[in-house]
């Protein structure tokens, strides 16, 4: 005999399978592929996922060679530095050049320039970023990038967002991949269809940032409770854009998939950590878009190379603070980048 609590749970059971099923009528396979990583995101990440995807991001990293030419391993632009803040852009340039690419670039304000060089001598520097004309002086240089990094020690001034704007606007053009992250989600925020639906555009924002950005798309609140559904919605309301929301584990979503890096990092939270990230992950992505989606085993490219930034970020700042504890800085992780890509990558 069905009792009375018995059947009210049917018909419940019942009306979700009913929901879901017009959910997928209405959306088709995309909602259901998405809906099925969705719940899986509720189980714990364990060391076997994460070695999985660790060897994805070894299947993308181009082998050292003799043959090959300077260069060819990556040419990285970044795209910030003014009067105030002149060790962001050097932090990402330089983290760049450990990860593996071959040069760096820094177009940068001109009061930024001397000072950026005078930290580096491996660094190019270009001083025009707040110069009229500087739209067409860094897409000069456009065709021999691989990768954009945009927003490291830019600042809020207006007349550097409009020519970073120009700027963003003439890569999108040559299809070229680039990073946002500090002050350019800034122009982001006020600005969305400046990436919408650019799948080659990967942007890094922090809690606060993430905030500012989803309200300014979505026009409400973050669900501080459902990280990965916010990162998830925030991704596909901007038309696939990756995502990777900065925070004790990092949320990275193409709007179809969703990852959770929870690599073992540290309790120090100095400034700079994400300029490390920012320079790293342009060299990735040009690495994955390279090798493709067959080295990926599927997964989208980008998606893999944030993983695997994510991941070397979060072990320089667990090797740095096993050495240092409360006194680390930015300059002592970027000292472990080698030993830290190796461990991670390479054995």
């Known amino acids: 005999m069905v009792t009375r ?13 009913a929901l879901l099923s017009a959910a997928l009528a209405l959306y088709g396979p995309p909602l259901d592929s998405v809906l099925e990583r969705a719940f899986s995101l509720r189980k714990v990440h364990s060391v076997k996922d994460m070695e999985n995807t660790l060897q994805l991001v070894r299947n993308i990293i181009p082998p050292l060679s003799s043959t090959k030419h300077k260069g060819q391993d990556g040419r990285i632009g970044v795209v910030g530095g003014c009067q105030e803040y002149t060790g962001a852009p050097y932090f990402a340039a330089i983290s760049a050049l450990k990860v ?32 009229p004309n500087a739209v067409h002086e860094v897409e000069k240089w456009l065709p021999r990038l691989h990768a954009l990094v945009v927003g490291p020690g830019l600042g809020r001034d207006d007349a550097l967002l409009r020519n970073v704007q120009g700027i963003l606007e003439a890569s999108k053009a040559r299809d070229i991949p680039v ?12 600005q969305p269809a400046l990436i919408q639906g650019y799948q ?14 989803y309200d300014a798309v979505l026009r409400g609140p973050v669900d501080s409770d459902d990280r990965h559904g916010s990162v998830l919605r925030l991704s596909r309301a901007l038309g696939n854009v990756t995502v990777v929301q900065k925070g004790e584990r990092d949320i990275l979503s193409n709007g179809q998939q969703v990852l959770v890096c929870s690599q073992e990092g540290s309790s120090r939270r100095c400034g700079g950590q994400g300029d490390l990230l920012s320079g790293s992950l342009g060299v990735l992505v040009h690495w994955a878009l390279l090798a493709g989606p067959e080295k990926t085993n599927g997964s989208s490219p980008l998606l893999v190379a944030a993983f695997g930034a ?3 970020t979060r072990q320089c700042n667990h090797q740095a ?11 002592d992780m970027i000292a472990e980048v080698g030993a ?6 390479e054995t």
């Open 5 to 17: 609590a018995g059947a009210g749970a049917a018909v419940a059971a019942t009306a979700v399978v």
């Open 100 to 131: 593996g690419a071959d040069l760096s670039h820094v177009f940068c304000a001109s009061a930024a320039a001397p000072v950026i060089k005078a930290y580096s001598p491996e660094l190019i520097v270009h001083p025009v970023l707040d110069s």
């Open 179 to 190: 990073v946002i992250d500090a002050d350019g989600l800034w122009l982001v925020a006020q």
């Open 200 to 213: 080659k555009a990967v942007l890094t924002p922090n809690h606060m940032e993430f905030s500012r950005l």
């Open 310 to 312: 994510c991941s070397l």
């Open 321 to 331: 603070f096993q050495k240092h504890g409360r006194s680390t800085t930015t300059s």
């Open 340 to 345: 830290a890509f190796s461990k991670l990558f």
